[in-house]
T-cell receptor
Framework: AQKITQTQPGMFVQEKEAVTLDCTYD???????LFWYKQPSSGEMIFLIY??????QNATEGRYSLNFQKARKSANLVISASQLGDSAMYFC??????????????FGSGTQLTVLP | GAVVSQHPSRVICKSGTSVKIECRSL??????MFWYRQFPKQSLMLMAT?????????EQGVEKDKFLINHASLTLSTLTVTSAHPEDSSFYIC?????????????FGPGTRLTVL
């Protein structure tokens, strides 16, 4: 079974609007971390936001927020006030195990976001 | 955030030759580095976990004799693609975790685009 599922291969959003990128995950671990990365066409992976499984509040980083719904096993990324520079591939990822675990990240298939002027 | 560099950023080689890709953590020590492979418009697939001073751990289906990994120091890991073939053409990305840190973030290199003719 897929550990990380991103059901939106592509998304379009109007500049200055908000957009939600979906991510669901599957794990039997009680401790895990959820990550979102942005990959522009240049290829580098840019860390955006992190949510720990025991974090009670949703993570926020500037225009990025993570809508963490533990019971539903979803960790959607919300980008507010979209900018043209937000156009990129976005990957959701999970690391199982406790904070600082040496386990590797497992990535979803990605969502290509295009911001329209 | 911490900086991870990769060299070269792009390489074109003839079939049958070997190619070495370097991954360096520039301002931190990394006991563990990860090597990923990414085909166009696809997700990152973990190839192997590189541990300083010990043998790398390869993911299922990755040939360890073809993809040689050496993690000689806390700041350098190398991936050598031996006897490269056109099907090895891909985007290779390394990633490093901070030794002794909280471990929430995993920093990625800018990637190396390999084209085998």
């Amino acid at each position: 079974a897929q550990k990380i599922t991103q059901t939106q291969p592509g998304m379009f959003v109007q500049e200055k609007e908000a957009v939600t990128l979906d991510c669901t995950y599957d794990t039997s671990d009680q401790s895990y971390g959820l990550f979102w990365y942005k990959q522009p066409s240049s290829g580098e992976m840019i860390f955006l936001i992190y949510q720990g499984s025991y974090d009670e509040q949703n993570a926020t980083e500037g225009r990025y927020s993570l809508n963490f719904q533990k019971a539903r096993k979803s960790a959607n990324l919300v980008i507010s006030a979209s900018q043209l520079g937000d156009s990129a591939m976005y990957f959701c990822a999970m690391r199982e195990g406790r904070r600082g675990s040496a386990r590797q990240l497992t990535f979803g298939s990605g969502t290509q976001l295009t911001v329209l002027p | 955030g911490a900086v991870v560099s990769q060299h070269p950023s792009r390489v074109i080689c003839k079939s049958g030759t070997s190619v070495k890709i370097e991954c360096r953590s520039l301002d931190f020590q990394a006991t563990t580095m990860f090597w990923y492979r990414q085909f166009p418009k696809q997700s990152l697939m973990l190839m192997a976990t590189s541990n300083e001073g010990s043998k790398a751990t390869y993911e299922q289906g990755v040939e360890k004799d073809k993809f040689l990994i050496n993690h000689a120091s806390l700041t350098l890991s190398t991936l050598t693609v031996t006897s490269a073939h056109p099907e090895d053409s891909s985007f290779y990305i390394c990633s490093a975790r901070v030794t002794g840190g909280a471990g929430n973030e995993q920093f990625f290199g800018p990637g190396t685009r390999l084209t085998v003719l």
